[in-house]
């Protein structure tokens, strides 16, 4: 099946750029799609920055000219081949299906046209377009950020960028990268604003029906797991801990349960978790205050109570801090909607 990029809907054609006849006084973006490409992110660019008003001309192109595969079961046609990147005033590369032998050597293909982009042209990657900067160097002694389930082996390959996990996007002027799937809308949005200003980034965020800004970064979004407790060891306190998380525990309380010292407990404990007794506390009080959050109406100060934190500051504090986000935020996030009711005409007038 192949897909011949057309213009994005919902926005009136008289608002966008056509592309039949290329508009010299329009910002020109070349989305550079490569074999295995995400077929939503893909078309982030299109949708966002061709909403606004024709201030972007958008443009795709493939690093030989012809249709390239996508990690779904379609093939996409680009309009350009890489010659086009020449043109470019931003380059966006969309996320890509990567094992970890082509994220260290990717297609030499795609470094080429890279090196077709001219000086002073703005570069920006989603999700795993990262690697392939880094992998060309771009990112050499610059904090960037991809995928947050992508970044050990970012970190094992790339050891000379700064990585940073735990937000959307991180925009060095001439270099931005960005996290997973959506976080292309936020740093699309984040170029709208940078450009032309915050008016015209809401008009387009309100076209696209997404927030102009969203809170926190993709710390809010990271799998936790909790480690499997043994029945040996202090894998026995720690499930004796979790039924007593609203209780004050100290160190010796955690010690006492297996009748060690504080000290034996403490360097067991931390052998076996990867952290201390008090980290790990933390961590499971505020993995049990995240699903208060999303699946009950509790009051932040209950919340609080009913996992362990002294006060709703103390839990705010830590949440903030490990989530970069406000209790209340995370609830609107992440809390199921209730059901919808249905009106008939007469109703909904």
């Known amino acids: 099946m192949a897909i011949v990029p057309a213009t994005s809907c919902g926005v009136p054609a008289a608002r966008r750029d056509s592309g039949a006849g290329r508009d010299s006084g329009a910002h020109t973006v070349v989305v550079l799609a490569l074999d295995g490409v995400y077929p939503f992110e893909l078309g982030i660019p299109h949708r966002v920055l061709g909403s606004a008003d024709g201030r972007y001309e958008v443009l795709s192109a493939s690093v030989d000219g012809r249709s390239v595969r996508t990690e779904s079961d379609l093939t ?54 990262a ?43 001439d270099v931005l990268t960005s996290a997973g799937a959506a976080s292309g809308v936020d740093v699309c949005l984040h170029l709208v604003r940078k450009d032309h200003g915050s008016e015209v980034a809401n008009q387009v965020a309100r076209r696209c029906v997404v927030p102009p800004y969203r809170d926190g970064g993709q710390a809010q979004y990271i799998e936790r797991p909790m480690p499997q407790a043994s029945g040996t060891g202090t894998g026995p306190t720690r499930d004796w801990a979790l039924q007593r998380l609203e209780l004050p525990l ?30 790990w506390l933390t961590q499971q009080r505020l993995r049990r205050a995240r699903h208060l959050l999303e699946s009950s109406d509790l009051p932040v100060e209950r919340v609080a109570h009913e996992v362990g934190f002294a006060t709703a500051t103390s839990l705010r504090r830590h949440l903030a801090a490990e989530a970069g986000v406000a209790p209340s935020a995370y609830r609107r996030t992440f809390r199921a909607p209730g059901p919808v009711l249905e009106m008939s005409g007469d109703a909904a007038g």
């Open 131 to 173: 690697f392939l900067l880094a992998a060309a160097g771009l990112l050499d002694g610059r904090r960037a950020t991809t995928h947050w389930a992508l970044t050990d082996d970012f970190r094992e390959l790339f050891p000379r960028v700064e990585l940073d996990a735990g937000v959307l996007f991180v925009d060095h002027g």
């Open 250 to 279: 100290s160190l010796a309380d955690l010690a006492a349960h297996p009748a060690m010292s504080a000290r034996t407990f403490a360097r067991r404990f931390r052998e076996e978790t990867g952290l201390s007794p008090g980290r």
């Open 76 to 129: 996409v046609t680009p309009g350009h081949g890489p010659e086009v990147l020449a043109e470019a005033d931003t380059v966006v590369i969309p996320p890509y299906a990567i094992s970890r032998a082509s994220a260290a050597d990717p297609d030499p293909r795609a470094l080429a046209a890279l090196s077709r982009v001219r000086p002073g042209a703005r570069l920006v990657s989603i999700c795993t377009g």
